[in-house]
T-cell receptor
Framework: NAGVTQTPKFQVLKTGQSMTLQCAQD?????MYWYRQDPGMGLRLIYY???????DKGEVPNGYNVSRLNKREFSLRLESAAPSQTSVYFC????????????FGEGSWLTVV | AQSVAQPEDQVNVAEGNPLTVKCTYS??????LFWYVQYPNRGLQFLLK??????LVKGSYGFEAEFNKSQTSFHLKKPSALVSDSALYFC??????????FGAGTTVTVRA
């Protein structure tokens, strides 16, 4: 059972470089999310997609873009990486409804130097 | 705005003793409450959730949580902790919209 799959798991970028984090889920979920995790701050929502073809900003969207390629895939792009974007990034998905569980991927560790 | 507070950064207990991880929340309307656990270098794993109904919710690995509406709390408990329960625990709340808000996390260390 793959669940939510993220790539790459580790990446080092230089300031100003761009990259895309890929995420795919095989649970036929409608909603997908990108979070970042920083020490002592819990998880903060970057972007959200309620369904294929829609995306919305979360708490910390600046410096990021997203694409909901199809129902399965939701990518996160850093156009010009900054050291402040050094973090652990998690993709997640769920079926519709506020009471439903969000399932997380294994994370992508990104360092910007 | 909705929010979650986990007042303890760290909880230390001896193996076999009860474990409690505290969580309080603030949200408009009825809350949907979740607990997740994270092991080192891994993603978050779902433990349990409260949607409606019985205030005592049972989840994975022997964990349970008690919803208290008057105190706006959702504390996680385990009657007898194991060394393997050592991990980072997150409480999260959702109101009527899509947004799931997380607490800062509590590191649990269970000593043998």
């Amino acid at each position: 059972n793959a669940g939510v799959t993220q790539t790459p798991k580790f990446q080092v970028l230089k300031t100003g470089q761009s990259m895309t984090l890929q995420c795919a889920q095989d649970m036929n979920h409608n909603s997908m999310y990108w979070y970042r995790q920083d020490p002592g701050m819990g998880l903060r929502l970057i972007y959200y997609s309620a369904s294929e073809g829609t995306t919305d900003k979360g708490e910390v969207p600046n410096g990021y873009n997203v694409s909901r390629l199809n129902k399965r895939e939701f990518s996160l792009r850093l156009e010009s990486a900054a050291p402040s974007q050094t973090s652990v990034y998690f993709c997640a998905s769920q079926t519709g409804g506020s009471g439903n569980t969000i399932y997380f991927g294994e994370g992508s560790w990104l360092t910007v130097v | 705005a909705q929010s979650v507070a986990q007042p303890e950064d760290q909880v230390n207990v001896a193996e076999g003793n009860p474990l409690t991880v505290k969580c309080t929340y603030s949200v408009s309307g009825n809350p949907y409450l979740f607990w997740y656990v994270q092991y080192p270098n891994r993603g978050l794993q779902f433990l349990l959730k409260y949607i409606t109904g019985d205030n005592l919710v049972k989840g994975s690995y022997g964990f349970e949580a008690e919803f208290n509406k008057s105190q706006t709390s959702f504390h996680l408990k385990k009657p007898s902790a194991l060394v393997s329960d050592s991990a980072l625990y997150f409480c999260a709340v959702r109101g009527g919209d899509y947004k799931l808000s997380f607490g800062a996390g509590t590191t649990v260390t269970v000593r043998a």
